[in-house]
């Protein structure tokens, strides 16, 4: 089910943050997200007058020593005149940031191609935003004011949570070496191997050594999960998981 808040934000609060508490359920895999805002821009005599406004107040603000003769202040009038018609239409600008619970930033939404449209952060997030396992409790969404120009800002958030609460099949190797041991290829050949075959994870498993775990850290095509294979006088068994080596 799709949650919808709504609410508004004034002129008064430009240059301002605005926090709104994102409460994430435990076992939640992924939260889907769109954020949008109206108007986008202001046109017309709002807009001028606005433009004109602050240019006056910039010009009254300007020194009048050694340092900015009057030269300069008589060059900077003239420019301001065509101020209106250089800077209008205005355009309303918010950015939003998304904090976990511990206060770490999860990503950021600072374009209009964010906006208006569902984005996706979990396990595989949408472009702006880190990947990994949501931290349940009290998130934040932190709207930064940049420009609001509008009397008002209609705003609207929409929350779509999707929880582990079925289950699904992964395909995976769980025994397999590379030329640290037996096996004939590096371990980012074993990697895109499994990858273009469909599988979904890969247990990196050399004869009793750890040597090719160096190597798949960073992005990989798959899930990679540590391991090996411990050889014995007595026989031969897979440990996987672990994080360091298992001396038989």
Known sequence: MVQT????????????????????????????LKFSYTPRLVEGSEAEEQVTEAVQTYLRQLPKNQWC??????????????????????????????Y???????????????????LTVGLQSDWGFESGVLMPGQWCMEIETYGVFSPVLHCQLEIDHVCLNQKTWYGGETHSHTKHSDGSGTPAELFAEA???????????????????SESGGEQPLLVIPGQEL??????AVVSGTKGYVDW
């Open 100 to 118: 976990d619970p511990s206060g770490h930033c999860w990503g950021r939404w600072d374009s209009t191609k964010f906006f208006d449209q569902w």
């Open 5 to 32: 808040i709504d609410f508004e934000l004034s002129r008064d609060e430009r240059h301002t943050y605005k926090a709104m508490g994102l409460y994430i359920k435990e076992g939640t895999e992924r939260v889907r």
């Open 69 to 98: 003769p009057e030269v300069v202040l008589d060059q900077t009038r003239r420019l301001a005149q065509g101020a209106a018609q250089m800077f209008t239409p205005l355009r309303n600008q918010l950015n939003v940031s998304l």
């Open 231 to 236: 050889t014995t006088f007595y026989g031969h």
């Open 195 to 213: 990858a273009s075959n469909g599988l979904d994870f890969i247990i990196l498993s050399d004869h009793n050594t750890i040597a090719g775990w």
